[in-house]
């Protein structure tokens, strides 16, 4: 079973910037996965945000093009955020697709703040 792990949320106020960390148990980030944050802000549907193949293709969503950057290594995926907004505020989490499997971590809450 993996299991993964979010981490480097916290307050930030507006223009700021956060690094978002995604950590896996085993060795699944070098296999054939897709990488992938979602995000959901309170009263709202789970949303995409960003995926990464393991050749590196990344998409973004339109309210995050320019300002997030989605990486990958041989044991942790990356979300940088730049530019924070007050509308980014939500409960962040990492995805793996690998095939069919579909792994997801517990999360970690991003706030924009003033």
């Known amino acids: 079973q993996v299991r993964l792990v979010e981490s480097g949320g916290g307050l930030v106020q507006p223009g700021g910037s956060l690094r978002l960390t995604c950590a896996a148990s085993?060795?699944?980030?070098?296999?054939?996965?897709?990488v992938e944050w979602y995000r959901q802000a309170p009263g709202k549907e789970r949303e995409f945000v960003a995926t990464?193949?393991?050749?590196?293709s990344t998409n973004y969503a339109d309210s995050v093009k320019g300002r997030f950057t989605i990486s990958r290594g041989n044991t942790k995926a990356y979300l940088q955020m730049n530019s924070l907004k007050p509308e980014d505020t939500a409960l962040y989490y990492c995805?793996?697709?690998?095939?069919?499997?579909?792994?997801w971590g517990q999360g970690t809450q991003v706030t924009v703040s003033s």
């Open positions: 085993g060795t699944i980030f070098t296999t054939d996965t897709m």
């Open positions: 990464i193949t393991r050749g590196g």
């Open positions: 995805k793996i697709l690998k095939g069919i499997v579909v792994y």
